[in-house]
């Protein structure tokens, strides 16, 4: 690769271009700049030469022209090994131009902040991409850095290589550069194509345009014959586990280990009490909370169903300490899911010799919820949780917003004669929570601070409540007392019945069956106090 030795300077983040400028100009790079960007290096005392003058040509209308110019593109695309290109280069006094350092116009954080259509037009960057495409198809000749985190790096190898940057540098630099346009041009066009000729926005737009990014090729899919990587949202800033930080040599992950895990944290943020859940195959199977340990919190999940945890995935919303870890390596786990392992933990972990395959996952903590203005008395997560729902179908993608939002017990209709009690109540809240979580027909029975069991994924609701029974039963678990919870209406007396056989003395459900009457008279004949969410949470 040849010297780098004349550069082009432009950007709206202008997060470390000063230092970079600087450390450019005293390897004797010639530093090129526009506008404000140009203005801020002169006033830091480096010698600049504006795009005018490189040009030739005034910047106008308003700064919309000012790089869009023969002497930038041909210095930018020319192919220093063609002879051809350099006779017409020479002949029209282009000069190549061997770094560019851009970045875009802000218009997804115009368009986010909720400007009007031609704000957000005007913040559509023109030249920026046309120079970033430019260079990046060139990268042969041409080094294009498109983001502050790569000035360091980029210096040091100029450093250790005589002004020079090396041809995998700058393929990789490349590749970073078309995946910005691409993601910037999607931005555009979904922002656009979700507006009417009369200027009404629509929540769904004509188009939608994801961007993720690999993080890793799995050994197989869900089977081993299916080939499979997992990719990460690339601009979503909320706790997720392709995004998880991995603190110990354990097992790689599998693709079913990723889903599993993935309803373990969906689940353990449900609860701003200390809590612990155990997930098999995307089903709660244990959950429980605490007031004095992650590790009782722990313990109590596991007595919810010891058998089903063997190869489970447990999460946490507290950082696991060494009486948590002690506990947790008396059994096989796949996956452990935790905002944190402090340092005793992990050195448990790793003297464990069980625990050699298991696998860390380390998750930022969330956010507490937000009151929502949408229900009365529910609440949904932070803005950074707020996405969408994608479910992919052969030959198209089903698209929803996520099911973030929260019903409190206390807040729900009580239909009944009798309300619940406020030990009730707290129990309703947890059944609530876990129910959202299983699929559908779903049924949780609970205490105030353990699941007692779960029915999940079955084709009717009375078998759904059947099986909840049958498996507190089969683990010794008492229902007598317990509440239960329906993810969906109880569209027959039945799986009600069901539940009051077992001793159940509340009910939470979201209500609007055309029996509910029918219901609530049982509830009544029962004894039990009911109330209804108004909303409900299939999870097919």
């Given at each position: 690769?040849?010297?780098?030795?004349?550069?082009?300077?432009?950007?709206?983040?202008?997060?470390?271009?000063?230092?970079?400028?600087?450390?450019?100009?005293?390897?004797?790079?010639?530093?090129?700049?526009?506008?404000?960007?140009?203005?801020?290096?002169?006033?830091?005392?480096?010698?600049?030469?504006?795009?005018?003058?490189?040009?030739?040509?005034?910047?106008?209308?308003?700064?919309?022209?000012?790089?869009?110019?023969?002497?930038?593109?041909?210095?930018?695309?020319?192919?220093?090994?063609?002879?051809?290109?350099?006779?017409?280069?020479?002949?029209?006094g282009i000069r190549p131009i061997?770094?560019?350092?851009?970045?875009?116009?802000?218009?997804?954080?115009?368009?986010?902040?909720?400007?009007?259509?031609?704000?957000?037009?005007?913040?559509?960057?023109?030249?920026?991409?046309?120079?970033?495409?430019?260079?990046?198809?060139?990268?042969?000749?041409?080094?294009?850095?498109?983001?502050?985190?790569?000035?360091?790096?980029?210096?040091?190898?100029?450093?250790?290589?005589?002004?020079?940057?090396?041809?995998?540098?700058?393929?990789?630099?490349?590749?970073?550069?078309?995946?910005?346009?691409?993601?910037?041009?999607?931005?555009?066009?979904?922002?656009?194509?979700?507006?009417?000729?009369?200027?009404?926005?629509?929540?769904?737009?004509?188009?939608?345009?994801?961007?993720?990014?690999?993080?890793?090729?799995?050994?197989?899919?869900?089977?081993?014959?299916?080939?499979?990587?997992?990719?990460?949202?690339?601009?979503?800033?909320?706790?997720?586990?392709?995004?998880?930080?991995?603190?110990?040599?354990?097992?790689?992950?599998?693709?079913?280990?990723?889903?599993?895990?993935?309803?373990?944290?969906?689940?353990?943020?449900?609860?701003?009490?200390?809590?612990?859940?155990?997930?098999?195959?995307?089903?709660?199977?244990?959950?429980?909370?605490?007031?004095?340990?992650?590790?009782?919190?722990?313990?109590?999940?596991?007595?919810?169903?010891?058998?089903?945890i063997f190869g489970g995935i447990?999460?946490?919303?507290?950082?696991?300490?060494?009486?948590?870890?002690?506990?947790?390596?008396?059994?096989?786990?796949?996956?452990?899911?935790?905002?944190?392992?402090?340092?005793?933990?992990?050195?448990?972990?790793?003297?464990?010799?069980?625990?050699?395959?298991?696998?860390?996952?380390?998750?930022?903590?969330?956010?507490?919820?937000?009151?929502?203005?949408?229900?009365?008395?529910?609440?949904?997560?932070?803005?950074?949780?707020?996405?969408?729902?994608?479910?992919?179908?052969?030959?198209?993608?089903?698209v929803q917003d996520r099911d973030?939002?929260?019903?409190?017990?206390?807040?729900?209709?009580?239909?009944?004669?009798?309300?619940?009690?406020?030990?009730?109540?707290?129990?309703?809240?947890?059944?609530?929570?876990?129910?959202?979580?299983?699929?559908?027909?779903?049924?949780?029975?609970?205490?105030?601070?353990?699941?007692?069991?779960?029915?999940?994924?079955?084709?009717?609701?009375?078998?759904?409540?059947?099986?909840?029974?049958?498996?507190?039963?089969?683990?010794?678990?008492?229902?007598?007392?317990?509440?239960?919870?329906?993810?969906?209406?109880?569209?027959?007396?039945?799986?009600?019945?069901?539940?009051?056989?077992?001793?159940?003395?509340?009910?939470?459900?979201?209500?609007?069956?055309?029996?509910?009457?029918?219901?609530?008279?049982?509830?009544?004949?029962?004894?039990?106090?009911?109330?209804?969410?108004?909303?409900?949470?299939?999870?097919?």
């Amino acid at each position: 690769m040849a010297k780098i030795e004349r550069a082009l300077i432009s950007v709206t983040d202008k997060r470390g271009v000063a230092a970079l400028a600087r450390a450019l100009a005293e390897q004797g790079v010639e530093i090129i700049s526009t506008g404000g960007t140009a203005r801020l290096l002169a006033d830091a005392g480096i010698a600049v030469v504006p795009i005018q003058d490189f040009t030739g040509f005034p910047e106008m209308l308003d700064g919309r022209v000012k790089t869009l110019h023969p002497k930038i593109h041909g210095g930018l695309l020319g192919r220093r090994d063609l002879a051809e290109h350099r006779q017409a280069m020479a002949a029209h006094g282009i000069r190549p131009i061997d770094l560019v350092v851009v970045n875009l116009y802000r218009f997804e954080e115009t368009a986010a902040a909720g400007g009007d259509l031609a704000e957000a037009i005007e913040n559509i960057d023109i030249g920026g991409p046309s120079m970033i495409r430019s260079a990046a198809k060139n990268h042969a000749s041409v080094t294009v850095v498109v983001d502050p985190d790569d000035y360091e790096a980029l210096l040091a190898e100029m450093r250790a290589n005589g002004g020079t940057v090396g041809a995998a540098t700058n393929f990789r630099l490349a590749k970073k550069a078309f995946a910005l346009t691409a993601h910037y041009d999607g931005a555009i066009a979904d922002y656009l194509g979700a507006f009417a000729p009369d200027g009404t926005r629509a929540r769904y737009g004509e188009t939608l345009h994801l961007d993720f990014v690999k993080v890793q090729d799995l050994r197989y899919g869900e089977n081993p014959h299916q080939t499979a990587a997992v990719y990460r949202e690339r601009s979503l800033a909320e706790p997720c586990i392709p995004g998880a930080r991995q603190p110990f040599e354990g097992k790689e992950l599998s693709f079913n280990n990723i889903v599993d895990a993935n309803a373990a944290l969906e689940l353990v943020l449900e609860f701003d009490e200390t809590a612990a859940v155990v997930i098999k195959h995307t089903n709660p199977c244990g959950v429980a909370t605490s007031t004095t340990s992650l590790a009782d919190a722990f313990r109590a999940a596991r007595a919810c169903d010891p058998v089903s945890i063997f190869g489970g995935i447990v999460a946490f919303n507290r950082p696991v300490d060494e009486d948590t870890a002690r506990e947790l390596t008396e059994i096989f786990l796949e996956v452990i899911v935790a905002p944190g392992f402090m340092p005793e933990a992990l050195a448990h972990f790793r003297a464990t010799p069980r625990a050699k395959n298991v696998r860390l996952l380390e998750v930022a903590r969330s956010a507490r919820a937000e009151t929502s203005p949408a229900h009365a008395g529910t609440t949904s997560a932070p803005a950074a949780r707020r996405g969408l729902d994608l479910k992919r179908v052969v030959g198209g993608l089903l698209v929803q917003d996520r099911d973030l939002a929260r019903v409190a017990a206390a807040a729900a209709r009580v239909v009944t004669k009798r309300r619940p009690a406020p030990d009730e109540l707290t129990a309703l809240d947890l059944a609530w929570r876990v129910c959202k979580h299983a699929k559908s027909n779903a049924i949780v029975f609970a205490r105030a601070d353990r699941v007692v069991g779960v029915g999940a994924g079955q084709m009717s609701r009375v078998d759904a409540a059947r099986i909840a029974v049958m498996r507190a039963e089969t683990l010794g678990l008492e229902t007598r007392g317990s509440v239960v919870a329906s993810d969906a209406f109880f569209p027959f007396r039945d799986g009600l019945d069901v539940a009051a056989a077992a001793g159940a003395t509340a009910v939470i459900q979201p209500g609007g069956s055309v029996k509910d009457q029918e219901l609530i008279a049982a509830a009544d004949e029962h004894g039990m106090a009911m109330v209804f969410t108004d909303m409900r949470h299939f999870r097919h």
